[in-house]
């Protein structure tokens, strides 16, 4: 049996969702160091790097990378505790995939904004969107996203209080 390999958005979903900020970093620095000899940059020098790839994408007219470039920003301003701006990226790239047909994009978006939903607070928003991430997930045969969909909805429930 063979297994398809996850897309570069997916890995990403999965390591920013969840590994916590700290090891994220450890992770993130390990790989830069790896990969190309030297330290990776600060989250907000992140941020900047791809507000440019951001505006490289409209420019270019290139919907995918816009959105991929809008999901990676809201992940970024998760992590500096800026959720809101958070919110705002992803939901801009979840409208870009709704109207492109971008399934797999699509799954990513309703995950992160989850996720950003659950750190605020907002659970029930949280469970809604993940339990429209799940069947995507699913839909697109992608275990490790349906996996990341499964444990922040098990989060969510624990957070409620509601562990059986």
Do not use: F
């Amino acid at each position: 049996m063979s297994l398809a390999s996850p897309s570069r958005t997916a890995v990403l979903l999965v390591i920013s969702v969840l590994a916590p900020a700290s090891s994220l970093r450890m992770g993130s620095a390990y790989a830069q160091i790896t990969s190309t000899g030297s330290p990776p940059a600060t989250i907000p020098t992140q941020v900047a790097q791809h507000e440019q790839k951001l505006a490289e994408a409209r420019a270019a007219r290139d919907l995918k990378a816009e959105a991929e470039e809008l999901n990676t920003l809201g992940s970024l301003y998760r992590q500096l505790g800026e959720r809101q701006k958070g919110v705002d990226y992803c939901n801009e790239a979840l409208a870009l995939e709704r109207s492109s047909g971008d399934r797999d994009g699509e799954a990513v978006s309703l995950t992160t904004l989850g996720r950003i939903y659950t750190d605020l607070g907002q659970e029930q928003k949280a469970l809604e969107l993940l339990n429209q991430a799940l069947p995507i997930w699913r839909e697109l045969g992608d275990r490790l996203g349906e996996a990341t969909a499964l444990t922040d909805i098990g989060r969510v429930y624990n957070n409620l209080g509601q562990r059986e």
